[in-house]
Antibody, heavy 120, light 112 residues
Framework: QITLKESGPTLVKPTQTLTLTCNFS??????????VGWIRQPPGKALEFLTL???????RYSPSLKSRLTITRDTSENQVVLTMTDMDPMDTATYYC????????????WGQGTFVTVSS | QSALTQPASVSGSPGQSITISCTGT?????????VSWFQQHPGKAPKLMIY???KRPSGVSNRFSGSKSGNTASLTISGLQAEDEGDYYC????????????FGGGTRLTVL
């Protein structure tokens, strides 16, 4: 059974750095083709791809947010960490982590999401 | 502004069929068969309904089907049921210089 769960602060101040952790089980990030990504959704708005890390350490970033994002992994701990710098109220959103399966360019399992508010 | 264009809303009566479109470019939707569709109910995480344009994950009803023509992908739901009501998002992988995923703006489906 594949599960993912996001954790981190629910409130950050403008200009601060956000760090979110995705803990997953039921699959290995060492399996060829597998990846774990982050997608966010502002209240009432659409989904937005942020970043993804592959089994081999290769990374993908949203072009518009690349300068502010870092994704890392701890394969032994089954964790993926998202860091986002210089937070702004416009970054208020639900942040999801999701698995990219080895077979396909999609996201088949998602975490429940964690809502982050950016406010002073 | 989202990279892929979807209608803001569609509606249908129980038992009817509806189709949601998703228009991109030759760099994403039109260029590769990597379009996915997600269903999202209020307060819930997205659920994968279709991937690789036409494939259904295990457990997804065969009332859901996908297709593509040129730069436009489509999701068709036949035999509409009340539980189909929700938001639907398309996404496509793009092999542009910054390979990543692009999402549509979402479509609200109302079952009348």
């Amino acid at each position: 059974q594949i599960t993912l769960k996001e954790s981190g602060p629910t409130l950050v101040k403008p200009t601060q750095t956000l760090t979110l952790t995705c803990n997953f089980s039921g699959f290995s990030l060492s399996t060829i083709g597998v990846g774990v990504g982050w997608i966010r959704q502002p209240p009432g708005k659409a989904l937005e791809f942020l970043t993804l890390i592959y089994w081999n350490g290769d990374k993908r970033y949203s072009p518009s947010l690349k300068s502010r994002l870092t994704i890392t992994r701890d394969t032994s701990e089954n964790q993926v960490v998202l860091t986002m710098t210089d937070m702004d109220p416009m970054d208020t959103a639900t942040y999801y982590c999701a698995q990219r399966p080895s077979c396909c360019y999609t996201f088949d399992f998602w975490g429940q999401g964690t809502f982050v508010t950016v406010s002073s | 502004q989202s990279a892929l264009t979807q209608p803001a809303s569609v509606s249908g009566s129980p038992g009817q069929s509806i189709t949601i479109s998703c228009t991109g470019t030759s760099s994403d939707v039109g260029g590769y068969n990597y379009v996915s569709w997600f269903q999202q109910h209020p307060g819930k995480a997205p659920k994968l309904m279709i991937y690789d344009v036409t494939k259904r994950p295990s457990g997804v009803s065969n009332r859901f089907s996908g297709s593509k023509s040129g730069n436009t992908a489509s999701l068709t739901i036949s035999g509409l049921q009340a539980e189909d009501e929700g938001d639907y998002y398309c996404t496509s992988y793009t092999f542009s210089i910054t390979s990543n995923w692009v999402f549509g703006g979402g479509t609200r489906l109302t079952v009348l």
